[in-house]
């Protein structure tokens, strides 16, 4: 494996981790603290989370993670085999569908709906508490494994395929 491949794997895995772990801190605890505000409050901060999203490192690493997926996985299709090669590309469709796929389906479409309402207004309110949270804590939660998930698959694909590189040496 070309030494550059190596190191954007390497960069995957932690890159997969960190969204990972951004998505846990919102199913583990920031949902369930939005709840318990005045729904009106948790309303309008996660209006404020959802557009100030766009402008951190955050975005740059989720949406990166797509091509670079794209790339990792292409590469182990087109040039490694057996079990290592499925691992990265198992990494990479996980990752594509279980977490990029998903917020594009699910969470946007919900983070949309709930910046067009009004903060005051019941409908928000019930909205709000039994359709979003829930619902969009659920999905996001889904996107917590799937990240997860990939940077696993990644390094047990990474160290499989080092491994067996150095036992061929």
Not at 40 to 66: D, H, K, P
Not at 82 to 91: K, R
Not at 126 to 138: E, G, H, I, K, S
Request: net charge neutral.
């Amino acid at each position: 494996m070309p030494p550059f491949v190596f190191f954007l794997i390497q960069l995957s895995i932690i890159a997969y981790a960190l969204v990972a772990g951004v998505f846990l801190a919102f199913s583990d605890f920031i949902m369930r603290s939005l709840a318990t505000t005045s729904s009106q409050g948790g309303v309008e901060a996660m209006q404020v989370i959802n557009r100030e999203v766009f402008r951190w490192v955050f975005m740059t690493l989720f949406i990166g993670m797509a091509p670079m997926s794209l790339i990792i996985g292409g590469y182990a299709w087109a040039n490694l085999s057996g079990p290592p090669a499925l691992l990265i590309i198992a990494a990479a469709a996980v990752y594509l569908v279980g977490c990029f796929g998903v917020t594009v389906v699910f969470n946007v479409p919900m983070n949309e709906a709930l910046a067009r309402m009004e903060l005051s207004s019941d409908a928000t309110r019930a909205y709000w508490l039994q359709t979003y949270v829930p619902r969009w804590t659920f999905w996001n939660t889904v996107r917590t494994v799937a990240s997860t998930t990939s940077a696993a698959l990644l390094l047990f694909g990474l160290l499989w395929l080092t491994q067996s590189q150095a036992q061929q040496a």
